[in-house]
């Protein structure tokens, strides 16, 4: 048998699609490299299509069943605002996309909360922090107000917070307190026409919630111990900024510029051939293609490097562009600042936020998973030798 195996052959061992087997090859799972016959394909570590098609048959145990949930798995909590089924994204049992075509974000995140919450007074905000960047007075602004926000709210209070908390992130990323739709607050600070403004409007709305995405954890995590709902949207914003969520847009930006210096067929194949994640391609709950980034499809000319990029990843691996890349390509469309993709994702994705925080605080329950020990045994110590003593409820 040979060492390594054209991608036809791979997936016809473990029973999957194209989308499913880059997946595999992204998450570090199955080592690929470039077809030294054809630069532009893949070809694959048949130890690895083994190991796993022997895992697959085998079952999982129980820790495993947990580990695989905490990873692209089976739900762990419940939760009645937003979820993908049939490969589309459903606020509330509405249609994103759909929503995305007549609605602002103030409106989806009103209806992610229940339909509760009204904006505070514009006079009652502060000015956003000077001579920074967009990300610096997201942070800043949150960060001010969890450390002089309330912690015991409930009912309408929370939700009226919650609508504050979007104008106060609103305020800092397009660098003054204004008035307005957030889309039309942002598109002035950016400059935008017309048909911008209507981009950045059905950007915002496809990006308000994602289900138990990484950042909205973290918030739902910070709301079950209490803390305020900037504190939980602060929580919400530090995860975003990681290269596997929000900060997706760096990295694709890096694989854009390796394509436009070596071509895209090459940059792509040297991407597979050391088997690293491509940013802006492929998502796991959509392997028939992001929704959210059909959504915007067609609507703004595509640059030109990205077209190129997109073509021949998707003529690789099959891999679909999912919503980081259309933010990219929508940035790089508009003209907009560098770091705009993080800024409409992080202004967008705290009404969601908000609205996980507050169904959290409602549920009344701390969130406090166990770990699945692997280090050394555990060893009992002498009397008095620095033994485990009693502590808190961490």
Not at 73 to 79: N, Q
Not at 201 to 215: G, P, Q, Y
Request: hydrophobic share 45%.
């Amino acid at each position: 048998m040979s060492d390594w195996i054209e991608a036809r052959e791979a997936m016809e061992r473990l029973g999957v699609r194209p989308q499913t087997l880059y997946a595999y090859v992204s998450r570090g799972r199955i080592q690929a490299r470039a077809d030294h016959r054809d630069p532009r394909r893949s070809r694959y570590l048949a130890s690895d299509i083994a190991a796993l098609a022997a895992a697959k048959a085998r079952g999982r145990k129980r820790s495993q069943v947990a580990a695989d949930a905490i990873a692209w798995g089976e739900p762990v909590l419940a939760s009645a605002i937003t979820t993908v089924a049939g490969g589309r994204l459903y606020y509330r049992g509405r249609d994103a996309a759909l929503l995305a075509e007549t609605e602002t974000l103030e409106a989806v995140a009103r209806l992610l909360r229940g339909g509760q919450g009204h904006a505070p007074p514009r006079s009652a905000r502060p000015a956003p922090p000077a001579g920074a960047t967009m990300r610096q007075r997201a942070f800043a602004a949150l960060a001010h107000r969890a450390a002089a926000a309330p912690v015991a709210m409930e009912g309408e209070a929370l939700a009226d917070e919650a609508a504050a908390l979007l104008d106060i992130i609103t305020d800092a990323v397009a660098g003054e307190v204004g008035g307005g739709p957030v889309h039309e607050r942002l598109g002035k600070a950016w400059g935008l026409g017309p048909a911008g403004l209507d981009l950045v409007r059905r950007t915002l709305v496809l990006l308000a919630d994602h289900e138990l995405n990484a950042s909205t954890f973290a918030a739902r995590i910070a709301a079950s111990t209490g803390a305020s709902l900037a504190a939980c949207a602060l929580a919400g914003l530090a995860v975003l900024s990681g290269p596997l969520h929000g900060g997706a847009a760096g990295a694709l930006l890096v694989l854009a510029d390796e394509a436009e210096r070596i071509g895209p067929d090459e940059a792509v194949a040297a991407r597979l051939a050391h088997g690293v994640t491509a940013p802006g391609f492929g998502h796991p709950l959509y392997p028939d293609g992001d929704p959210r980034a059909a959504a915007l499809s067609g609507l703004f000319v595509e640059p030109p490097g990205l077209a190129a990029l997109r073509a021949a990843m998707e003529s690789a691996t099959g891999a679909h562009d999912n919503v980081d890349f259309a933010l990219v390509a929508l940035a790089r469309a508009l003209d907009l600042p560098a770091d705009a993709p993080f800024a409409l994702f992080a202004v967008a994705r705290s009404s969601g936020w908000s609205a996980h925080a507050i169904e959290q605080i409602a549920g009344g329950s701390l969130i406090r998973p166990r770990a699945r020990y692997v280090g050394v045994a555990p060893f009992s110590s002498p009397s008095g030798a620095g033994g485990p003593r009693s502590g808190g409820g961490g």
